[in-house]
């Protein structure tokens, strides 16, 4: 079994949580994956705490590597231009490499030029400041990861983790991502996007919360679930429960229930030999091609090449 090499690149700056994350979760993958770190000089690198890190490679690691993976900086080295050293560092990256970014390390790929014309995202509290600084980038700052070959990028902190699971669940299947997880005592597939971690409101003190609803609407996604029936359960006028419903999640809930009713797609096309159509009548799309819609809009591939994908690596 080959395994696939991974270089994550540690700059001045770097946050030492998400410099750890591809080590621990594609380090857990059954020795699917060799992670190495490397630097732009092969020296200590500092980190935004109060403590360097000694890396053991420079910068010719990244031309040996299958994926290449940017840790994220403090915002306060953030620039529009990247420094001689770090480009040339990736200049040695082989054409065709899978390169992914966590967090603020967006901002490395966006300076250099990759990610123009490409959709990305990066942490919700740089958001704008990434869309001053990079136009050409089309920026979805509500979801937790985006993967627009060869270039995969994540939001803050913990979604490193989210997106090297994706890695795994996408080079080898949802067995060994869901294995992994446990491992590491995190959730293989996390709900929603950035949008609920976006500093909301505090809801009223004593407010019923809607989490009875949403886990009472997940055994239901494949019925025509309405508004009226959501609040109804939570014995909520529609308006008020639409506003508690955004402050504890930070979406609607009819975009909350698309964002289920695709996850569980996903999960049939992976899991199941159900036709596209049965799967849609399971999970609440009223047919094949909304299915087919709803699911290229959130990840950009059809219902059959995602179960190629996935098939393949199982």
């Keep these: 079994m080959r395994r696939e090499r991974v ?22 993958a059954d020795g699917r994956y060799e992670v190495l770190t490397c630097s732009v000089e092969g020296r200590p690198v500092r980190t935004d705490a109060d403590f360097g890190v000694t890396v053991e490679h420079g910068p010719e690691a990244l031309a040996t590597a299958d994926t290449v993976v940017i840790a994220p900086v403090a915002p306060d080295r953030l620039t529009d231009e990247v420094p001689g050293d770090v480009l040339a560092a990736l200049a040695l990256i082989r054409p065709g490499t899978r390169i992914v970014s966590i967090c603020t390390g967006a901002f490395v790929l966006a300076a250099a030029g990759l990610l123009d014309g490409r959709r990305a995202t990066t942490h919700w ?10 136009p050409r980038v089309d920026l979805d700052p509500d979801v937790l990861f985006v993967d627009d070959h060869p270039f995969l990028t994540s939001a803050g902190a913990a979604s490193g983790v989210d997106i090297c699971l994706h ?20 959730p293989p597939f996390r709900d929603g996007g950035q949008a609920q971690y976006i500093e909301q409101p505090v809801p009223e003190q004593g ?25 109804g359960h939570a014995r909520m006028s529609r308006r008020t429960f639409a506003r508690r419903f955004h402050d504890e999640v930070g979406l609607s809930p009819g975009r909350w229930l698309i964002q289920q009713r695709v996850a569980r797609a996903r999960h049939l096309l992976e ?18 091609a909304s ?24």
């Excluded at 690149?9 to 946050?15: E, I, K, P, R, T």
């Excluded at 509290?125 to 990079?134: E, G, K, L, S, T």
């Excluded at 919360?209 to 959501?230: K, M, Q």
């Excluded at 059959?304 to 994908?309: E, I, K, L, P």
Aim: charged share 20%; hydrophobic share 45%; net charge positive.
């Design 291 to 314: 299915l087919r819609q709803h699911l290229h809009t959130a990840i950009g591939v059809s219902p059959q090449a995602y179960r190629r994908t996935f098939q393949t690596a199982r």
């Design 7 to 28: 270089v994550v690149l540690a700059l001045d700056g770097v946050y030492p949580f998400e410099l750890g994350i591809p080590s621990r979760i594609l380090g857990a």
């Design 271 to 288: 899991s199941s030999d159900l036709t596209v159509d049965q799967i849609a009548g399971r999970v609440g799309f009223a047919t094949g």
């Design 207 to 231: 407010a019923a919360s809607t989490a009875a609803t949403r886990a009472w609407a997940l055994e239901r996604l494949g019925e025509p679930l309405t508004l009226a029936d959501l609040s």
């Design 167 to 186: 890695l795994v669940r996408k080079d080898h299947g949802s067995h060994l991502a869901n294995s992994v997880a446990r491992r590491c005592v995190v």
């Design 125 to 134: 509290q740089v958001a704008d400041r990434f869309r001053r600084m990079f």
